[in-house]
């Protein structure tokens, strides 16, 4: 969703001459934190570089475990092993594709620092049991939040539940800065942390006024080139949420009724944001196939991580139970065309080629 609003926003800052992260980086976090309810948003180069950041300034590392979905893009279990600790990947509640809360509990040991449960494809997490979990193990959680700013629990937006919320803003989001992701939380320690991390180590020495390296760190800086995109776009979140809002609803009266597309639940109080819309097929291969073969672009959903040899076949990866429930999805979930500007008479032609397919 790329305005003349946006080209002009870009257009200053190359004319500004202040391309590297600097004034409009600075109001895009500010812009996320106001509407996400947080005291603090750190701007990184990616969701998957802010999900390490986070690792990170729990501290977690060496001899730490934490726990993730099967279902999930790989990033998720990746960042874990990236800062040295082992992943431990769960199974996933069929109906939802999110976490299952069961299999997470029965994983946790002595040895478990955080779980980092992905609210996918914009469906919101049931933090009622995750409050629950948090209390009972004494855990971090960090939400894997990639595909759903706007969504909601209990009418408290995503990014404000977690311990450390991180988004991502790809192009395929809706809020997208081209490449790009950020932090949000209400711990200044673990904020102040990251923000110094990801900008070479950086403090500031009141005492003279002057910058220090005060750790080691590295640069996952987002510049105001790409801010200015993002920031841009986020006038117009509230509209472009909406929007979303009703071409689902579209898609759910089209399907109404019909056996043979099985629609995912919702999770309960939760507003999804509708990120990507998916529905179950059988034989989901063979009709995404035939969909493509009319230019529907049709996708799956995501991966399953056990089906997978950098998770398999790692030493610091561990695979904990049968994964029926993420094989279920891997084997069923199809994604469908849902975009800005998408007509009644498109989504229409989706619906119509999709039950012609599956008969």
């Not at 080209?7 to 001459?17: A, H, N, P, T, Y």
């Not at 040991?109 to 948090?134: C, H, M, Y």
Request: include cysteine; charged fraction near 20%.
């Amino acid at each position: 969703y790329i305005t003349d609003e946006t080209k002009q926003r870009v257009m200053d800052v190359l004319e500004s001459g202040y391309l590297t992260e600097g004034p409009v980086t600075q109001e895009f976090e500010k812009c996320i934190a106001k509407f996400c309810g947080t005291s603090h948003c750190i701007a990184v180069t990616s969701c998957t570089t802010g999900l390490e950041l986070a690792l990170r300034a729990l501290g977690i590392g060496d001899g730490d475990e934490v726990i993730v979905p099967d279902y999930t893009y790989p990033a998720t279990a990746a960042v874990v092993n990236i800062v040295g600790a082992t992943a431990v990947i769960v199974d996933i509640d069929p109906e939802t594709m999110l976490i299952d809360y069961n299999a997470l509990e029965t994983a946790i040991t002595e040895k478990t620092r955080a779980v980092i449960p992905v609210s996918l494809f914009g469906n919101p997490l049931n933090w009622d049991r995750l409050k629950a979990i948090q209390a009972r193990h004494r855990l971090f959680i960090i939400e894997d939040a990639a595909c759903a700013l706007g969504s909601s629990y209990r009418d408290k937006q995503t990014g404000a539940w977690a311990d450390i919320t991180v988004f991502s803003h790809h192009p395929r989001k809706f809020i997208t800065t081209g490449e790009g992701g950020t932090v949000t939380t209400d711990n200044s320690a673990w904020a102040d942390w990251m923000k110094s991390y990801k900008h070479f180590g950086m403090g500031e020495n009141e005492s003279r006024s002057t910058t220090e390296f005060v750790r080691i760190g590295t640069n996952y800086k987002l510049s105001n080139v790409l801010a200015a995109i993002g920031l841009a776009q986020m006038g117009h979140m509230d509209t472009l949420l909406a929007e979303r809002r009703r071409l689902a609803q579209r898609y759910h009266d089209l399907f109404s009724g019909n056996t043979r597309v099985r629609l995912p639940r919702i999770t309960g109080n939760g507003n999804h944001s509708w990120q990507t819309f998916c529905v179950f097929v059988e034989e989901r291969d063979r009709v995404m196939e035939a969909l493509r073969e009319t230019g529907i672009e049709a996708q799956i959903g995501t991966y399953s991580l056990h089906m997978h040899p950098a998770f398999v076949e790692s030493p610091v990866c561990r695979i904990q139970g049968a994964m029926e429930g993420s094989q279920y999805a891997c084997e069923h979930a199809l994604a469908l065309p849902m975009y800005h500007g998408m007509a009644e008479i498109e989504q229409e032609n989706v619906a119509q080629s999709l039950k012609e397919t599956i008969k």
